[in-house]
């Protein structure tokens, strides 16, 4: 059956999103923007498409599925409106500005009988999925530490966009904007986080949350050390590096590689995810949305699940409270935290 998707926001990240919907043969049916230009963006990529100034206004639209591409903060309340009518959600990543919200989001959508995922689709990087297999065949022996690095790039005049790297629109900086992506996959490949310790600081004056941060993350049986920013020139590769006590695997990018008595590439990418067009990254939103269409007909559960998104919400939330006390170590909680503005904040002046 084919997907009747309406596209809430049509801001920077919608042309991925948009791309990779027609690539699947999804029919979109409306876009909902007030923004004359960017409207107009969005006829050129879903010809078809009904462009709508409001989301009270698209109401009357026949569509069963609602992509959220606005902005962070205001995710809850459009999902909630969706949600209430109907329509299964695919959320652009973070699923929200906090934990707080983004769990709420995960029982709003449960309680009103709806699907819902999260647009975190460095999970299905063919170098994550052949990762995943060796792991799981004990290809490293057991994991023992792990280091994490995300380099790269955003001049000022990407921060000059209102509200962009701020703590009421998107919930923090670097780490929750770009470096969730790759922290969620680590997760996803080595398990859950029990502790974290973080120190964040910004180069740029006039940019309110972080542009570096430093994990220290503790999972009990092994530790990580992560490293993110946005002032690394010119920028480069995501790195996720494995050491296990019977080997070491090594993504760059979208490329694999194991290491024991000889270096062994497995996955020969070549995409370069570190700018911030996510047009780059469509093959992945086109598999991303392959799964959760597919996984939805027959009733399973996509690999990109709104309630999977938690996990690295949570873990975001625990460094920025640690950031913001002094690197205190901050355990690493499944329930939700209605983290204080004011204390994040004072996380990028560590």
Not at 8 to 14: E, H, N, R, T
Not at 172 to 175: A, E, W
Not at 249 to 256: A, E, I, P
């Given at each position: 059956m084919t997907?009747?998707?309406?596209?809430?926001?049509?801001?920077?990240?919608?042309?991925?999103h948009l791309t990779a919907l027609r690539a699947v043969d999804a029919d979109v049916v409306g876009v909902v923007t007030r923004d004359e230009t960017r409207a107009a963006a969005a006829?050129?990529?879903?010809?078809q498409a009904r462009i709508f100034p409001s989301?009270?206004?698209?109401?009357?639209l026949d569509a069963d599925t609602a992509v959220v591409v606005t902005p962070p903060s205001s995710h809850l309340a459009v999902a909630s409106a969706?949600?209430?009518?109907?329509?299964?959600?695919?959320i652009d990543k973070p699923l929200a500005a906090s934990v707080h919200e983004a769990q709420a989001i995960v029982d709003v959508a449960e309680r009103s009988g709806v699907r819902a995922a999260v647009t975190l689709q460095?999970?299905?990087k063919e170098a994550a999925r052949r990762a995943r297999q060796l792991l799981s065949a004990g290809a490293i022996g057991t994991l023992r530490s792990a280091i994490v690095t995300v380099p790269l790039w955003r001049p000022d005049s990407y921060y000059a966009e209102a509200g962009r790297g701020t703590w009421d629109r998107d919930g923090?900086?670097?780490?929750i904007t770009q470096a969730i992506h790759t922290l969620d996959l680590y997760l996803s490949l080595a398990g859950p986080a029990r502790s974290v310790v973080a120190r964040a600081s910004t180069s740029r004056g006039r940019l309110e949350a972080e542009d570096t941060i430093h994990l220290l993350i503790d999972h009990g049986t092994h530790a990580a050390s992560v490293t993110a920013s946005t002032a690394a020139w010119p920028g480069g590769a995501e790195t996720i590096h494995l050491y296990g006590d019977a080997g070491q695997?090594?993504?760059?990018?979208?490329?694999?590689v194991q290491i024991g008595d000889s270096v062994r590439p497995v996955v020969d990418g070549s995409v370069d995810a570190s700018g911030p067009d996510p047009l780059s990254m469509?093959?992945?939103?086109?598999?991303?949305?392959e799964d959760v269409f597919t996984s939805w007909a027959s009733g399973a559960a996509p690999l990109s699940e709104a309630r999977s998104g938690l996990p690295v919400h949570a873990v975001i939330d625990a460094a920025y409270r640690s950031a913001a006390a002094g690197a205190t170590p901050v355990t690493v909680s499944e329930e939700t935290h209605d983290t204080v503005s004011d204390e994040r904040e004072s996380a990028c002046q560590s």
């Open positions: 997907r009747r998707v309406v596209v809430i926001g049509a801001g920077l990240a919608s042309a991925a006829r050129r990529l879903a010809p989301l009270d206004a698209a109401a009357a969706l949600a209430e009518r109907g329509l299964d959600l695919v460095h999970r299905y923090g900086g670097v780490l695997l090594r993504l760059v990018g979208d490329s694999l469509t093959a992945w939103f086109r598999s991303l949305y």
